[in-house]
């Protein structure tokens, strides 16, 4: 079955504890991108990849890394994360960023 | 960059009626314009999109349309159904980032039956 998964889909920690959301595809899909989801702010890019070894900012990367070393996983890295990055968080993937994402089922984060 | 405006914010409408959602961008080299419907608790999922060399799109009860010179684009739902009350996205691809969507800040679409 064609799917994204991140891993975990829930999680709660403390201030300036590294963490890491895991976010893998079965498409062969090369683009790949993350998003997080706040009320009346819509859906935030954070980072995304064009392809293995290259990824770009989105609009609200502070705070954030990624990696993209393998062409089906695309981690998130928060290394010191903080309250306000508590938000609900999208993997996506697609041939291209001009064609259909399919989303990750998504993680809430709640920072504490 | 990019900058995708979404209205209305919230739209009621009864059960059979029409609804209509409509995006402003400002990128006027933007050329793929998707929207995404996210069901309560749920990812969203692609329903329909249109690129620059059309005009207009139709599947089933819903359409795009885009306007180029007005850089505008609408979503309509015709015949609505209580299936269809969802959070409703426009987004547009950002031309010089060649890997930025910019997603609108949604609509919430309720279908009264």
């Known amino acids: 079955e064609a799917q994204v998964t991140q891993n975990p889909r829930y999680l709660i920690t403390v201030t300036g504890k590294k963490l890491t959301v895991t976010c893998s595809q079965n498409?062969?899909?090369?683009?790949m991108s993350w998003y997080r989801q706040d009320p009346g702010l819509g859906l935030r890019q954070i980072y995304y990849?064009?392809?293995?070894?290259?990824?770009d900012k989105g609009d609200v990367p502070e705070g954030y890394k990624v990696s993209r070393k393998e062409k089906r996983n695309f981690p998130l890295i928060l290394e010191s994360p903080s309250p306000n990055q508590t938000s609900l968080y999208f993997c996506?993937?697609?041939?291209?960023?001009?064609?259909?994402?399919?989303f990750g089922p998504g993680t809430r984060l709640t920072v504490l | 960059g990019e900058n995708v405006e979404q209205h209305p914010s919230t739209l009621s409408v009864q059960e059979g009626d029409s609804a209509v959602i409509k995006c402003t961008y400002s990128?006027?080299?933007?050329?793929?314009f998707p929207w995404y419907k996210q069901e309560l608790g749920k990812r969203p999922q692609l329903i329909i999109d249109i690129r620059s060399n059309v005009g207009e799109k139709k599947d089933q009860r819903i359409a795009v349309t885009l306007n180029k010179t007005a850089k505008h684009f609408s979503l309509h739902i015709t015949e609505t159904q209580p299936e269809d009350s969802a959070v409703y996205f426009c987004a547009a691809e950002e031309v010089g980032s060649q890997g930025n969507l910019i997603f609108g800040k949604g609509t919430k679409l309720s279908v009264k039956p």
């Open positions: 996506a993937s697609s041939l291209d960023v001009s064609n259909e994402q399919f």
């Open positions: 990849s064009m392809n293995v070894e290259v990824t």
């Open positions: 990128d006027s080299a933007s050329n793929y």
């Open positions: 498409m062969n899909h090369e683009y």
